[in-house]
């Protein structure tokens, strides 16, 4: 397809599994952005890749969420450890130039 | 410390009117705002944006106002149609729009349109 995947589009997970998210994005986007949106809030910024470069990981809740890109295409976000305020909907953006396509994001429950 | 505000969560408009949704923000940093629709189970998709060097920008139906001042924006739908059913996000970013800056979200809208 030519939008934006995330795999899996829901995941349950007990307290304390470790869980990976993926994103596939636009070939050729350079940019990468991973989001978490709480239940009736706005997605919130957790961080950034140029490439494979992670250029901004101030969003990033604690040292138990981890993302990566090795390739600068398909990005993971790691979360170690879950929690139950991990559960959210976590949307990963990409773009190119001025235009960014959001994915339909992977929803994460965590009991 | 919520920087970009939506008052209002929830919005009902007639078919045919106009829907006007409004956003507050509080960070005199930000100078480019985007206007978000989502629908369920879908990533957010961009609707339309404004540079702060800008007091309004019209794409088709849609048009959005910035009064610097009063750090507030609004998003006009004129008419409004059913399909404009969706929850509107109101996003901020500091810099100029080259893709690469990260947004700050409000909480959204969600609009409905009655036939």
């Known amino acids: 397809g030519a939008g934006v995947s995330q795999s899996p589009r829901y995941k349950v997970a007990k307290r304390g599994q470790d869980v990976a998210l993926r994103c596939d994005p636009i070939?050729?986007?350079?940019?990468l952005f991973w989001y978490q949106q709480a239940l009736g809030q706005g997605p919130e910024f957790l961080t950034y890749f140029q490439n494979e470069a992670q250029l901004d990981k101030s969003g990033l809740p604690s040292d138990r969420f981890f993302a990566e890109r090795p390739e600068g295409s398909v990005s993971t976000l790691k979360i170690q450890r879950t929690q139950q305020e991990d559960s959210a909907v976590y949307l990963c953006?990409?773009?190119?130039?001025?235009?960014?396509?959001f994915g339909p994001g992977t929803r994460l429950t965590v009991l | 410390d919520q920087q970009v505000k939506q008052n209002s969560p929830s919005l009902s408009v007639q078919e045919g009117r106009i829907s006007i949704l409004n956003c507050d923000y509080t960070n005199s940093m930000f100078d480019y705002f985007l206007w978000y629709k989502k629908y369920p189970a879908e990533g957010p998709t961009f609707l339309i944006s404004?540079?702060?060097?800008?007091d309004k920008n019209e794409d088709g139906r849609f048009t959005v106002f910035l009064n610097k001042s009063a750090k507030h924006l609004s998003l006009h739908i004129v008419p409004s149609q059913p399909g404009d059913s969706a929850v509107y996000f109101c996003?901020?970013?500091?810099?100029?729009?080259?893709?690469?800056?990260?947004?700050?979200f409000g909480t959204g809208t969600r609009l409905t349109i009655i036939p």
């Open positions: 996003a901020a970013s500091v810099g100029s729009n080259f893709g690469n800056e990260k947004l700050t």
């Open positions: 953006a990409s773009s190119l130039a001025a235009s960014r396509f």
């Open positions: 070939s050729g986007h350079v940019s």
């Open positions: 404004i540079s702060s060097i800008k």
